[in-house]
């Protein structure tokens, strides 16, 4: 019986009678009382045991994310001294460049730092390689392939081969993929696929990823 119900029979029936089936009430309430207070200790105890797994946990993946961050930017630093000729000064940006582009399109570094590095050596240039992989998370979104996939394609096609770039599922010019112009079609991907990166941060998923 509920503790409203209890208090209302007291208060209705105050007589020998209803006091002694209030008194019997009572007592059922207070065991009620006691074993859900010793199963909720349970609960919340094992509840306690399973937060603390689930942050160590957190911590040891964030200990390991962070190392393998760290051994990627460190191979594509190298990459970038010897590919596009990148100043300490360059680099430091670029990593800048790279926290601030995670965040943009809740895409994390594990993904961005390697398709940056395939992009640099591809082109030579470091601010053109940043301006693909900017082009390839919106292209990646607008096309639903993993961002590795379009890195390779755009690389690839710097490189003169359109291929996989036509593999991607968006609508290319095919005069311009016959005559290699790899400049009308960054456009025409750069029209067909702005914004699209932003969109899917703004979504439930791209919030939890960032």
């Known amino acids: 019986m509920a503790t409203a119900a209890v208090i209302a029979r007291i208060l209705t029936q105050y007589s020998d009678v209803g006091s002694k089936a209030a008194q019997k009430d009572i007592a059922r309430l207070e065991k009620k009382i006691s074993a859900f207070g010793k199963k909720a200790v349970k609960s919340f105890a094992l509840a306690g045991v399973a937060t603390a797994a689930f942050a160590v946990k957190v911590g040891v993946d964030a200990v390991k994310g962070a190392a393998a961050d760290e051994k990627a930017l460190a191979a594509l630093?190298?990459?970038?001294?010897?590919?596009?000729?990148?100043?300490?000064?360059?680099?430091?940006?670029?990593?800048?460049?790279?926290?601030?582009?995670?965040?943009?399109?809740?895409?994390?570094?594990?993904?961005?730092?390697?398709?940056?590095?395939?992009?640099?050596?591809?082109?030579?240039?470091?601010?053109?390689?940043?301006?693909?992989?900017?082009?390839?998370?919106?292209?990646?979104?607008?096309?639903?392939?993993?961002?590795?996939?379009?890195?390779?394609?755009?690389?690839?096609?710097?490189?003169?081969?359109?291929?996989?770039?036509?593999?991607?599922?968006?609508?290319?010019?095919?005069?311009?993929?016959?005559?290699?112009?790899?400049?009308a079609l960054l456009v025409q991907l750069s029209n067909i696929s702005k914004g699209q990166a932003a969109a899917a941060t703004n979504t439930l998923a791209g919030r939890l990823e960032q």
């Open 77 to 183: 630093d190298v990459a970038l001294r010897n590919n596009t000729g990148a100043t300490d000064a360059a680099i430091a940006a670029n990593a800048q460049y790279l926290d601030q582009l995670e965040l943009q399109v809740a895409i994390d570094n594990e993904k961005l730092i390697p398709a940056l590095q395939q992009l640099a050596t591809a082109t030579g240039d470091l601010g053109q390689a940043q301006a693909l992989l900017t082009l390839s998370t919106d292209v990646a979104a607008a096309s639903g392939k993993d961002l590795s996939v379009v890195s390779t394609a755009l690389s690839k096609a710097v490189n003169g081969n359109f291929t996989a770039l036509t593999k991607l599922g968006l609508p290319l010019d095919a005069d311009a993929v016959k005559a290699k112009d790899l400049g």
